[in-house]
Every structure is written in C-alpha cells, then in structure tokens.
C-alpha cells in the first residue's frame, strides 16, 4: 500500500512538479528570468498580490465571527449558515465567478446602474476580489469552527465574570486559543487566492497588464507559445505552493498539539 501511495504521488505531484521547473530552466537563468522582468508579468504578480492582500484579511475576519457566533451560540438558522459556509466548496469556481458577472455585468441585475454611476466592478480589480473571496470564503471559518467548538465557551464566560469588555475577552482569552488555526486558516485562503483561475477568469476579461492574475498570465503566455515564460511564472505558483507545504506541515504541527492540549485540559 505504501509503494502504491508513493507511485501515485509521484506520477500526480512530483512528476509534474518537476517538469514545471524543468521547462522552466530549459534554456538557462537568463531566458527564466527574462519573462519575469516583464511589465505585464510585474502588473500579474502585483495584481495578485493586491486581491489576495484584500481577500485573505476579509475572510479571516468573517471566518473569526462566524467560527465565534457557531461555536459559542445557540440560535435559529445555525444549521443554514454553516450550509452557506460549505456552500464555495460543493460549487464550480466558474460559476462563482459567473454570479458577480449575472449581478454586476453591463447585463447584470445591477449593471446599467453602476455604469450610469460610471463604476467599474467587473473587468476590474474590485471583480477579482469579489470572486476570490467567494471561492475562498470556507477556509479560516472551517478551520476555527471545530476547535472553538471543542474549546467551550467556559473562559469567556470566566474572564466575563471577573470585569472584562467583549473586546478584552476576544483579545486575551479567545485570540491565544485560536492564533495557530486562524494561522493555518489564512495560509490556506492565502494559497487559494493567489492561485485562484476559474472565478477570476470569468471576471478578469484577461486584459493583459490590468486584469490579468499570475496564473491568467501563464495561460495568456501559453497560448502565445511562450513556453519557457509561461513555465517560468507557473514556477513562481509552484514555489508558492511548495512554500505554503512546508509552513502547512508547521503549522499542522503546533495546530495539533493546541489541540490536544486543549481536550487535556
């Protein structure tokens, strides 16, 4: 069974791992550095930046209240909120990203609206950032709400008693319970944003230099037969998710051990 595990991991990750930076290489450090220092390429990566430097923050602070509200409270429709928690997980990201389009758009429900306010959703970063913190709303909430769960609601209900504001409370009690999963929560989201394709594809209108993401850029540099860059910005997403596995595993490690810590306790 372990050969058989090792054989599929190898021929589904490692292998194409390394054929992204094989290609990538190919024709030396120059010619993969070269696409790199590109203006449209430098807009991509700065471009992706900036969605994810938006989502992520915004994900993790609803992913904190909707873990706090589920875990801490009893109330009607609990069971309907963490169905629309799940619901980006069961959905395709294209259709993610067709809903701002069907709401949004020149066509949509609120378009002709916002074009005669003159403001620009879709085909514009505001579109991106919309359809990425769809896609990646379920993380941080997911990773929080069975370990608050878990936790009780018995220290707030303590620190409460002894004077303390909400505020307090959440800041000294509640955040150093959670710090190592709402950690784990945002590296995910964050990997998730920055490699996102479906949602913004749809939303982007990949014009180049402005709307298109890092890996929109590798598959407009694809389809121009510009192997070697799109391999080259492919390894840039490949390096981010070889950087995101060695944080995850040490973060799973200091996730586990609160854990444990905390059913001891």
Not at 20 to 31: E, R, T
Not at 127 to 153: C, H, K, N, W, Y
Not at 244 to 263: F, I, P, Q
Request: proline content about 5%; overall charge neutral; charged content about 10%.
């Amino acid at each position: 069974m372990l050969l058989i595990t090792l054989s599929v991991v190898g021929v589904l990750i490692v292998f194409p791992l390394g054929v992204v930076f094989q290609q990538a290489l190919s024709k030396g450090i120059g010619p993969y550095l070269e696409p790199l220092r590109q203006p449209d390429a430098l807009a991509a990566i700065r471009l992706t930046l900036t969605v994810a430097a938006i989502s992520v923050p915004l994900n993790a602070v609803f992913g904190v209240a909707a873990a706090w509200a589920i875990a801490k409270f009893e109330f009607r429709g609990k069971s309907f909120l963490l169905t629309l928690i799940d619901l980006p997980f069961s959905m395709s990201p294209v259709v993610s990203g067709l809903v701002w389009v069907l709401l949004f758009g020149a066509q949509g429900w609120f378009g002709p609206w916002l074009m005669d306010h003159n403001i620009k959703v879709i085909f514009a970063t505001s579109g991106l950032v919309l359809a990425t913190v769809l896609v990646t709303l379920p993380f941080v909430a997911r990773e929080l709400i069975p370990l608050m769960a878990d936790q009780g609601s018995d220290e707030e209900a303590a620190a409460l008693t002894l004077g303390a504001n909400g505020f307090t409370t959440f800041w000294r009690v509640t955040l150093p319970n959670i710090k190592w999963a709402l950690l784990y929560g945002v590296l995910l989201c964050n990997a998730r944003a920055m490699g996102e394709f479906g949602a913004v594809s749809v939303v982007s209108g990949s014009v180049r230099g402005l709307t298109t993401t890092l890996p929109l850029h590798v598959e407009v540099l694809y389809n121009d037969y510009d192997f070697v860059g799109a391999f080259a910005a492919a390894s840039l997403l490949a390096s981010l998710g070889l950087v995101t596995l060695v944080l995850k595993t040490v973060l799973e490690w200091r996730y586990a051990g609160e854990l444990a810590a905390t059913r001891k306790h």
